[in-house]
């Protein structure tokens, strides 16, 4: 079977040469492996994400001369997949539901740390500190009708414990040089929300959902997602989805060293169109090689 690839930006900015980096990559090493390339918008966030910056990203790949395979797959038209796969998680007894707002989450932490240090998670976002999983379901019941803010979230400790020792083929690198075989930890990430009321989803679940039900094989992305991949190998064997093949590619850096924004236009791929670059000159910047 030929290889299936994708490249999944979120709409909610104008690409930058992060994302032309992932994009090209995944382009190129489907064309020499005669397999497919696919687009996907990841635009369940249905405030943050904008049908301008949905238009630019078709239009700045087609400049860059990347043509996708099918129809684009935009995940705001998909919610009842994802709340499919939920609905599975939930059935396992895997999901349960916490109602603090994000600020009550934040004097929690804070009272934590007051205490002593409280672990953060590989993105550098505080755990959850709340006690949601010992709720009685009366209270549940009472909080709902209330109508307190609602996120989902996976027993994370029971999810390992069903599911064991994983790990996942990693054909580039991680931030710290891990490669080949690699271990998940998904309990670095705690218990991590998978649907919000107000968004039935979130970025772990349907990523997930989406790579199986087009068939991906192959996910080639930036190293900032290294880790997520522990949470994303947990969710395909509880969901019973296939094993793709990973490689994380290094990310493109602004000169003081930071991760590029979506914010900061400078680095956007129409600026750089706009002073009079083209798309050779935006590979050459890129030192694109497929072993990225
Ligand atoms: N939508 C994610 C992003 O724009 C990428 C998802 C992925 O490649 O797994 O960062």
């Known amino acids: 079977m030929p290889p299936v690839f994708r490249f999944a930006p979120s709409p909610n900015g104008y690409l930058h040469l992060g994302h032309a980096r992932s994009a090209l990559l995944n382009f190129d090493l489907a064309r020499r492996a005669g397999g497919r390339f696919l687009l996907r918008l990841e635009d369940i966030d249905r405030a943050r994400c904008k049908p301008e910056f949905k238009a630019a990203i078709l239009e700045d790949l087609l400049w860059l001369g990347i043509a996708w395979d099918g129809p684009v797959r935009r995940q705001s038209d998909h919610f009842a997949d994802y709340r499919a796969a939920a609905d599975r998680l939930a059935a396992q007894g895997l999901l349960y539901p916490s109602f603090e707002s994000r600020a009550e989450i934040a004097r929690l932490v804070a009272a934590e740390q007051a205490r002593g240090r409280w672990p953060h998670d590989p993105d550098g976002v505080p755990l959850y500190p709340g006690v949601a999983k010992a709720l009685s379901p009366q209270a549940v019941a009472l909080l709902q009708r209330a109508g307190a803010p609602t996120a989902w979230r996976l027993d994370m400790t029971r999810a390992c414990d069903r599911c064991g020792e994983l790990d996942w083929t990693e054909r580039g690198a991680g931030p710290g040089g891990d490669t080949g075989r690699v271990p998940t930890r998904p309990q670095a990430w705690g218990d991590v929300i998978l649907a919000r009321k107000e968004i039935p989803t ?21 190293q900032d997602l290294f880790w997520s991949t522990s949470v994303h190998r947990l969710l395909q064997v509880l969901l019973g989805l296939p094993r793709p093949n990973y490689r994380h590619h290094r990310l493109v850096r602004d000169p003081g060293g930071a991760k590029l924004a979506k914010s900061n236009g400078a680095t956007s791929l129409r600026e750089l169109r706009k002073r009079g670059l083209n798309p050779a000159e935006i590979r050459r910047m890129l030192e694109l090689s497929p072993f990225d």
Do not use: F, K
Not at 205 to 216: F, I, K, M
């Open 202 to 222: 979130s970025y772990h679940l349907s990523v997930v959902v989406d790579d199986a039900l087009q068939g991906v094989t192959d996910i080639v992305r930036g």
